[in-house]
């Protein structure tokens, strides 16, 4: 396989399929030991990586696990549908967190065929008013705000500490006298 990829660090939101051109009963080895090898890469995040039998997919597919299971926008799917849906064998799925956000340079060999490089989707953000009632009003207060407890105690001890001076003050003035 002559494809060479490049991992930018802390790339985020990329998701790398290849097809696993061995029979069953290997592909238990194969990822315990043969996987990091294949790839060209010392290490991979067990978090960002999925190795599965394509059989497993049954009634959803791969293009439909994809968009459900992956979130891969449909839009980026349906011009390779058919050819997704069609693949035998097991699928090694790669997602960026399988780099840990170092950057690598994969060079994938077999028994690995690479499949396709697709984007995760990002939700878009929304400006929308929440819809909670709780959430109408003010989110802040207006005027001042409200001595914390904490605040008036303080003030309260050093006003009784005042008055404890100003009577010992007295008496001695009383007593010099």
């Not at 010392?42 to 059989?55: C, H, K, M, S």
């Not at 340079?105 to 990002?122: H, K, S, V």
């Not at 009632?133 to 207060?141: C, D, M, R, S």
């Amino acid at each position: 396989m002559s494809e060479r990829f490049e991992i930018k660090q802390n790339e985020h939101g990329m998701v790398r399929l290849f097809v696993v051109d061995l029979p069953a009963e290997e592909i238990e080895g194969f990822a315990e030991g043969g996987l990091t090898e294949a790839l060209g890469v010392a290490r991979l995040d067990p978090e960002g990586v999925e190795l599965f039998a394509l059989e497993n997919l049954q009634g959803v597919g791969l293009a439909g696990y994809m968009v459900d299971g992956l979130g891969i926008a449909e839009a980026d799917v349906a011009p390779d549908k058919a050819r997704l849906d069609a693949l035998t064998g097991h699928l090694l799925v790669l997602r960026s967190r399988a780099f840990g956000g170092q950057s690598a340079m994969l060079t994938p060999r077999a028994p690995l065929r690479w499949i396709g490089t697709y984007p995760e989707e990002n939700a878009p953000v929304k400006f929308e008013p929440l819809p909670s009632e709780a959430a109408k009003g003010q989110v802040v207060p207006e005027g001042k705000p409200r001595p914390s407890d904490a605040a008036m105690s303080g003030r309260v001890a050093m006003i009784a500490l005042l008055v404890i001076f100003a009577l010992t003050a007295l008496m001695i003035w009383i007593a010099a006298s």
